[in-house]
């Protein structure tokens, strides 16, 4: 497998510069970067206080946290969902409150092992049940009545990391860019079907491609960040190919989306590429029918994907550098509807893994009794003090000045 890269257009709003860098055959011949020079600097960038990754999984869609972490030994739960309800004989338990859905049999284990943090309840006040909102509201940080453009890593970026040179401290895995990467200067790229990297570029194209990287300043300002941003994204490009031929993961991989995402995060994190923050995403969750197969089919497949990622870097000695956080735009509905499926909710469930994770779970199960007007329970862990969290512990971060606002970090990293 080989990798190529496609640059997209940057946009400019409202004085902040967004930047998606994707890479099919595009940016192909490049000698400025190898992966192996990466290999030989722990820590390459300069302005970091350290090497530590942090990975990004979103469970686009809106994924049902109270089938996900069932509180089985509430009955209420069971009165509200007399069909979809996990029995509590095939819940594979955490404590005596709550345990996972049966098929995250991998996530099981990782817990019984102390390998794993589990929050139950995260939301915001004033919860959005639209997707875009929502997402947004989770990716910026934002007050749930407030519309913010830069992300929450964005300005992790822009305050922590300004003596880092380059575009490419986050990317991310798929089509779109990551509002969650969004700041004042243009820190990250976005890296569409890693499988399209396997066709060079030839003849005119190649030549076309490789002239891309020779044209001189132009002396305009937005012009000239293009060409600066197109070389640092072709030195990309290179340094992915030689990832992906040179670093072999020590765990095989099933053929399945997050798994094949996860397995080209591995690589490059055992590579030393020099990016801090990783975005990939599993969709599907928006299951207002016909909801049991395939939400027990995408718990599946997060369930080995993350398992399989962790076996894979502690195999090759960057487990201790890695932390993995999942989060998902809303919960469903406590009750199921008629479709024998839920409806966009509030709260939901976050799942933290890597070698300094503390683990556990951190909080107690949604109170059923108690639901608002729309028919959801009321949050208790506020999302931004998981972020909180994150960014004082894990990035060694003001987390008060990046969220721009006082949230009680969790704490979710042994010291």
């Given at each position: 497998m080989s990798l190529s890269l496609d640059r997209r257009q940057f946009v400019r709003l409202a004085g902040l510069t967004a930047l998606t860098a994707t890479v099919p055959a595009f940016l192909h011949k490049t000698g400025l970067v190898l992966a192996g020079q990466a290999r030989q600097q722990p820590n390459p960038l300069p302005g970091l206080k350290d090497n530590h990754i942090l990975v990004i999984v979103q469970l686009a869609g809106g994924n049902d946290g109270l089938n996900t972490l069932v509180p089985y030994a509430d009955d209420v739960y069971y009165k509200l969902r007399p069909r979809?309800?996990?029995?509590?004989?095939?819940?594979?338990?955490?404590?005596?409150?709550?345990?996972?859905h049966p098929e995250m049999i991998e996530l099981h284990k990782l817990f019984n092992d102390?390998?794993?943090?589990?929050?139950?309840?995260?939301?915001?006040?004033?919860?959005?049940?639209?997707?875009?909102?929502?997402?947004?509201?989770?990716?910026?940080?934002?007050?749930a009545?407030?519309?913010?453009?830069?992300?929450?890593?964005?300005?992790y970026f822009d305050a922590e990391c300004k003596g880092t040179p380059g575009a490419m401290l986050g990317l991310r895995l798929g089509e779109q860019a990551a509002l969650t990467f969004a700041g004042e200067q243009a820190r990250a790229a976005t890296l569409a079907n890693p499988?399209?990297?396997?066709?060079?570029?030839?003849?005119?194209?190649?030549?076309?491609?490789?002239?891309?990287?020779?044209?001189?300043?132009?002396?305009?300002?937005?012009?000239?960040?293009i060409q600066r941003t197109g070389n640092e994204t072709h030195t990309l490009a290179q340094r992915l190919k030689a990832v992906v031929r040179d670093v072999k993961p020590a765990v095989e991989y099933p053929p399945f989306a997050l798994c094949q995402s996860l397995r080209l995060v591995a690589q490059m994190i055992v590579a030393e590429v020099p990016t801090r923050v990783?975005?990939?995403?599993?969709?599907?969750?928006?299951?207002?029918s016909a909801q049991l197969n395939r939400h027990a089919g995408l718990l599946q497949e997060l369930s080995q994907a993350l398992s399989l990622f962790r076996r894979d870097l502690q195999a090759q000695g960057h487990l201790d550098r890695v932390l993995l956080m999942t989060f998902s735009e809303f919960g469903r509905r406590a009750a199921e509807n008629k479709q024998?499926?839920?409806?966009?909710?509030?709260?939901?469930?976050?799942?933290?893994?890597?070698?300094?994770?503390?683990?556990?779970?951190?909080g107690a199960p949604p109170d059923l009794t108690k639901l608002d007007a729309e028919g959801d329970p009321f949050f208790k862990v506020d999302f931004r003090s998981v972020y909180a969290g994150v960014l004082r512990d894990w990035l060694n971060a003001d987390a008060e000045r990046i969220l721009a606002g006082k949230f009680e970090p969790l704490a979710l990293v042994q010291k």
């Open positions: 979809l309800g996990i029995a509590p004989q095939k819940v594979l338990r955490l404590d005596d409150r709550v345990g996972l102390g390998g794993l943090a589990v929050v139950p309840n995260v939301g915001y006040p004033n919860p959005s049940r639209s997707h875009f909102r929502a997402t947004d509201i989770w990716e910026t940080a934002s007050p009545d407030r519309m913010w453009k830069t992300g929450w890593v964005g300005r499988s399209l990297l396997e066709v060079p570029a030839k003849g005119a194209l190649a030549k076309g491609l490789d002239a891309m990287t020779q044209v001189e300043p132009t002396g305009i300002e937005a012009l000239d960040f990783f975005y990939v995403t599993l969709g599907g969750f928006d299951t207002h024998l499926g839920t409806d966009h909710g509030t709260g939901n469930v976050m799942f933290l893994l890597g070698g300094k994770v503390k683990p556990g779970v951190h």
